[in-house]
């Protein structure tokens, strides 16, 4: 089945710097990859996703870049605010497993004033 | 609020009981995804429900089983409860449309569950 790797476990930043989390997958039939930001306590919400038929995407600070030779994709934080502070999870969608999500272990990213 | 509600928030009970969770998807949405979320194991999937059939099966135990209803509204059944099933319980729903490849899973607030 597909195996998500993702790191750092743990990430903290300056505000205003950058923040970079990387995911890998062992599935390459894998075609979807989210990623969801989780508040303590709360439920996951996604921020951003991409498909295996794009290389990059972008809304306002967030992005999200894919390599499909190398089975990686990453998240790209800009200008990092306090509120960013967060655990994020990336996905692969499971390609023999209907459209269930496969997720990576979390990286919690904490933004210092 | 992501449309997708989940009941009741949290449910304490003793180890060897049987719980159900309950999930109502986002109105329209066909698919239903149940995931559990522990400190040591992360987001991990159970099991999908489509159009009230069984889609997908992940790390589900046999304890556990779930099933959707005709109204799409999903049940969780938890049995022979052990300490290593407190966890938060999840669900998700989207819209697989026939033809779409990938489709956005919006999260339910979740259900603590705490085994004593």
């Known amino acids: 089945g597909e195996n998500v790797e993702q790191h750092p476990s743990t990430l903290s930043v300056q505000e205003g710097d950058s923040a970079v989390i990387k995911c890998t997958y062992s599935?390459?039939?894998?075609?979807?990859f989210p990623w969801y930001k989780q508040e303590l306590g709360k439920r996951p919400q996604l921020i951003i996703d991409i498909r295996s038929n794009v290389g990059e995407k972008k809304d306002q600070r967030i992005a999200v870049t894919l390599n499909k030779t190398a089975k990686h994709f990453s998240l790209h934080i800009t200008e990092t605010q306090p509120e960013d502070s967060a655990v994020y999870f990336c996905?692969?969608?499971?390609?023999?497993?209907?459209?269930?999500?496969?997720f990576g272990k979390g990286t919690s990213l904490l933004v210092t004033p | 609020d992501s449309g997708v509600t989940q009941t009741p928030k949290h449910l304490i009970t003793a180890t060897g009981q049987r719980v159900t969770l309950r999930c109502s998807p986002r109105?329209?949405?066909?698919?239903v995804y149940w995931y559990q979320q522990s400190l040591d194991q992360g987001l991990q999937f159970l099991i999908q429900y489509y159009n009230g059939e069984e889609r997908a099966k992940g790390n589900i135990l046999e304890r556990f089983s779930a099933q959707q209803f005709p109204d799409l509204h999903s049940e969780l059944n938890l049995s022979s409860l052990e300490l290593g099933d407190s966890a938060l319980y999840f669900c998700?729903?989207?819209?697989?449309?026939?033809?779409?490849?990938?489709?956005?899973?919006?999260f339910g607030p979740g259900t603590r569950l705490l085994v004593l």
């Open positions: 599935d390459s039939a894998s075609n979807y």
């Open positions: 996905a692969a969608r499971l390609s023999n497993s209907g459209y269930a999500l496969n």
């Open positions: 998700a729903s989207s819209d697989p449309r026939a033809g779409t490849i990938q489709e956005t899973q919006y």
């Open positions: 109105s329209g949405d066909l698919s």
